[in-house]
Antibody, heavy 126, light 108 residues
Framework: EVQLVESGGGLVQPGGSLRLSCPAS????????MTWVRQAPGKGLEWVAN????????YYVDSVRGRFTISRDNAKNSLFLQMNGLRAEDTAVYYC???????????????????WGQGTLVTVSS | DIQMTQSPSSLSASVGDRVTITCRAS??????LNWYQQKPGKAPKLLIF???SLQSGVPSRFSGSGSGTDFTLTISGLQLEDFATYYC??????????FGQGTKVEIK
């Protein structure tokens, strides 16, 4: 069974930093792309960042690029999100999730988020 | 960046109804379109991948269609456990993903 358990959320002042962690189990962590998705209170889902299985490719939503860093430690089966320069608009539940590629016809493979953690709340407020 | 527009933002329906939610992309995403269900206080759950393929374990009353820029999620015969919020998600390329704003399905 795939398990993803986020930790590291909490209350932080504007301009502060937090590091989210997400140990993974139940699958071969190193071969999967992983992603962070966030959800502000009462709002919809927002994709934050992706990282390739070997860590060689990383992508970010424009609003966090340069402030957040996604990383992974495949030896410890763990995903991380270092968040610096936090702003009130970063307040959200942050989900760690696994990406898998699904055969979807015409020889294509569609990436989809197939396993999610329970989320950790980050609150940015003075 | 590719923008995803879902409609409606909310709807009221009864058990047994057929419900249709649409999602439009600002440019083609081919068939790299997924649908998720989210219940209050829970993580989202993958329902449909590749625009029209049903994720394992998802009831067959859920179906997806479309390609390019226009997509549809249909629930044929709404059940009590289907009252939730639904999101489309484009995964065209690894560099920038976006979700639709969500459609809340409420009990009439």
């Amino acid at each position: 069974e795939v398990q993803l358990v986020e930790s590291g959320g909490g209350l932080v002042q504007p301009g502060g930093s937090l590091r989210l962690s997400c140990p993974a189990s139940g699958f071969t962590f190193s071969i999967y792309w992983m992603t962070w998705v966030r959800q502000a209170p009462g709002k919809g889902l927002e994709w934050v960042a992706n990282i390739k299985g070997d860590g060689s490719e990383k992508y970010y939503v424009d609003s966090v690029r340069g402030r957040f860093t996604i990383s992974r430690d495949n030896a410890k089966n763990s995903l991380f999100l270092q968040m610096n320069g936090l702003r009130a608009e970063d307040t959200a539940v942050y989900y760690c999730a696994r990406v898998d590629y699904y055969a979807s016809g015409w020889g294509t493979y569609c990436p989809a988020i197939d396993s999610w953690g329970q989320g950790t709340l980050v609150t940015v407020s003075s | 960046d590719i923008q995803m527009t879902q409609s409606p933002s909310s709807l009221s329906a009864s058990v047994g109804d057929r419900v249709t939610i649409t999602c439009r992309a600002s440019q083609t995403v081919n068939n790299y379109l997924n649908w998720y269900q989210q219940k209050p206080g829970k993580a989202p759950k993958l329902l449909i991948f590749g625009a029209s393929s049903l994720q394992s374990g998802v009831p067959s009353r859920f179906s997806g269609s479309g390609s390019g820029t226009d997509f549809t999620l249909t629930i044929s015969g709404l059940q009590l456990e289907d009252f939730a919020t639904y999101y489309c998600h484009q995964s065209y390329g690894a560099t920038t993903w976006t979700f639709g704003q969500g459609t809340k399905v409420e009990i009439k």
